[in-house]
């Protein structure tokens, strides 16, 4: 009894309840009892981001034109799945707002959806990359309209995506249970963690 004390002085209740998130994480029963999450939001991604670092660094130029085209690596494999990433966070995005009950709820669900479609719009160049291979005119330097590929502002804004990679994919799941149920719709599960 006299050692729990001493544990409870030292530590306050929010850091003792992050180890046991912790703990209870990476126990072999937390795995086996939710499978499918572990599978959908830790398998699949670890599986999907290897098999692409291992086409692309295989030293084979076919398996590398496939992950990414040396010509234009907007149309390899890579870009292409995160394009379609994006295009299902709209779809997903959409369908919720569509059935939300509240207002401001559903306002925020087709925002999320306006802001998917404007980086999947940004990831496909806004269709330059498709309108070059169908018409094989490019667009001027003028002409092109792409924010994130700008050299001044690309450094800033991988900084800006890591730094939100990390709040919103590893400090967010480990405290989810303290935000409102509402909330925890917009933050990922825990066993998203797994190929970090």
Same mark, same amino acid.
């Given at each position: 009894m006299q050692e729990t004390d001493s544990i409870d002085r030292k530590f306050p209740p929010s850091?003792?309840? =992050? @180890?046991?998130? $912790?703990i209870r994480f990476f126990t072999i029963s937390m795995m086996k009892a939710d499978r499918t999450r572990l599978l959908l939001y830790g398998a699949c991604p670890a599986i999907v981001g290897t098999s692409m670092l291992a086409l692309y660094?295989? =030293? @084979?130029?076919? $398996?590398?034109?496939?992950?990414?085209?040396?010509?234009?690596?907007?149309?390899g494999l890579i870009e292409n799945l995160q394009n379609l990433f994006i295009l299902g966070m709209v779809i997903l995005c959409l369908r919720t707002a569509r059935i939300e009950t509240g207002t401001l709820w559903r306002i925020l669900w087709f925002g999320a959806a306006i802001m998917a479609i404007g980086i999947l719009?940004?990831?496909?160049?806004w269709g330059n990359h498709y309108y070059t291979a169908l018409t094989g005119k490019s667009l001027t330097e003028k002409e092109n309209f792409n924010i994130h590929n700008q050299s001044a502002l690309t450094d800033w804004l991988k900084r800006g995506v890591d730094l939100t990679f990390l709040f919103?994919?590893?400090?967010?799941?480990?405290?989810?249970?303290?935000?409102?149920?509402?909330?925890?719709?917009?933050?990922?599960?825990s066993i998203q963690l797994s190929p970090f």
């Open positions: 850091a003792k309840r =992050g @180890v046991c998130i $912790l660094f295989s =030293g @084979v130029p076919w $398996l590398q034109n496939l992950a990414s085209p040396a010509h234009q690596r907007e149309f719009m940004e990831e496909i160049d919103g994919f590893v400090v967010l799941p480990l405290f989810a249970n303290r935000f409102p149920p509402k909330i925890r719709l917009f933050i990922p599960s």
